[in-house]
Nanobody, 118 residues
Framework: QVQLVESGGGLVQTGGSLSLSCSAS????????MAWYRQAPGKERELVAR????????YYADSVKGRFTISRDNAKNTVYLQMDNLKPEDTAVYYC???????????WGQGTQVTVSS
């Protein structure tokens, strides 16, 4: 039984910042893949950022590179997304995603709304 609980969404003006967090009810490990996706109305869900422990640095979509930062705390079973210099096109529902290894079980958060006003 794994549940992912998200928090930190809200309404900000263009140029503002928000911090999202997502915590799992189950123990996480250094091998657990953690990611953030988002889905805007009328658009497909897209990968925003992913952080792994298999080597290399985090992945960021080109649209958020330089503005968003993903981080994790395995002891707290939590992944974070720091979003700076927000733009109206960042408006979407943001979902966290965990993939456990070696089972490859996947879980999604409930989603949190991020709205950036102009």
């Amino acid at each position: 039984q794994v549940q992912l609980v998200e928090s930190g969404g809200g309404l900000v003006q263009t140029g503002g910042s928000l911090s999202l967090s997502c915590s799992a009810s189950r123990r996480t490990f250094s091998s657990t893949g953690m990611a953030w996706y988002r889905q805007a109305p009328g658009k497909e869900r897209e990968l925003v950022a992913r952080i792994l422990s298999t080597g290399g640095g985090p992945y960021y979509a080109d649209s958020v590179k330089g503005r968003f930062t993903i981080s994790r705390d395995n002891a707290k079973n939590t992944v974070y997304l720091q979003m700076d210099n927000l733009k109206p096109e960042d408006t979407a529902v943001y979902y966290c995603h965990f993939r456990y290894y070696p089972s490859l079980r996947e879980y999604w958060g409930q989603g949190t709304q991020v709205t950036v006003s102009s």
